[in-house]
């Protein structure tokens, strides 16, 4: 009954290569969200999707891109990995905006060599 | 942004005893929240207790929020080797549809 699924739980790239890393849902929840996490460090949102409408963090790198092609999938896509952004990357959503739980993935730990 | 700040950074306790952690945060909420993350695993939803709310149970949880502190606390009770896990608070931005996470409290459970 997995309800966030995330592939791969584990991503090896190189630096510069780019990845990307994929999330799926069978909730039918309206928001998407991607989350950073570094060792020992608070989930550091990257963005969201409210339905199809796309909301950057105002610090999120521009190496970082992310695709909604429809309610069930949301994609992120570094564009060239740096070392830094070795991490767990969590998906998560929520039915709506505002004040509601949010349902987590697995994560993606990548490993950038 | 507001960020909620959690203490103890780490707590270890043996089984059977209480586990009590707290978090602030700075800013007026609407909600909060906890979330348990097992070690390299997502995060996985307690509790949420809104700002007119003052006590929430759910099984050995309990969850208390003082809004004019801007402080919240989470009970496990009688604490189980399965409660091993870091903890986070996670507060939402008035206006925006985005919680903001504490820095977690991570907890060790001996059995």
């Known amino acids: 009954d997995a309800m966030v699924i995330q592939n791969p739980r584990y991503q090896v790239t190189q630096f510069g290569k780019p990845v990307t890393l994929s999330c799926s849902q069978t909730l039918n929840h309206n928001v998407m969200y991607w989350y950073q996490q570094k060792s020992s460090q608070a989930p550091k949102l990257l963005f969201h999707?409210?339905?199809?409408?796309?909301?950057n963090e105002a610090d999120t790198p521009d190496n970082f891109q992310s695709r909604r092609p429809n309610t069930s999938f949301c994609f992120l896509d570094i564009r060239s990995p740096g070392l830094g952004d070795a991490a767990m990357y969590l998906c998560?959503?929520?039915?709506?905006?505002?004040?509601?739980?949010?349902?987590f993935g697995p994560g993606t730990r990548l490993l950038v060599l | 942004s507001q960020q909620g700040e959690e203490d103890p950074q780490a707590l270890s306790i043996q089984e059977g005893e209480n586990a009590t952690m707290n978090c602030s945060y700075k800013t007026s909420i609407n909600n909060l929240q906890w979330y348990r993350q097992n070690s390299g695993r997502g995060l996985v939803h307690l509790i949420l207790?809104?700002?007119?709310?003052r006590e929430k149970h759910s099984g050995r949880l309990r969850v208390t929020l003082d809004t004019s502190k801007k402080s919240s606390s989470l009970l496990i009770t009688a604490s189980r080797a399965a409660d091993t896990a870091s903890y986070f608070c996670a507060t939402d931005e008035s206006g925006t549809y985005k919680y903001i996470f504490g820095t977690g409290t991570r907890l060790k459970v001996l059995a």
């Open positions: 999707y409210y339905d199809k409408d796309f909301n």
């Open positions: 207790i809104r700002s007119n709310e």
């Open positions: 998560a959503t929520s039915r709506d905006a505002g004040w509601e739980t949010q349902y």
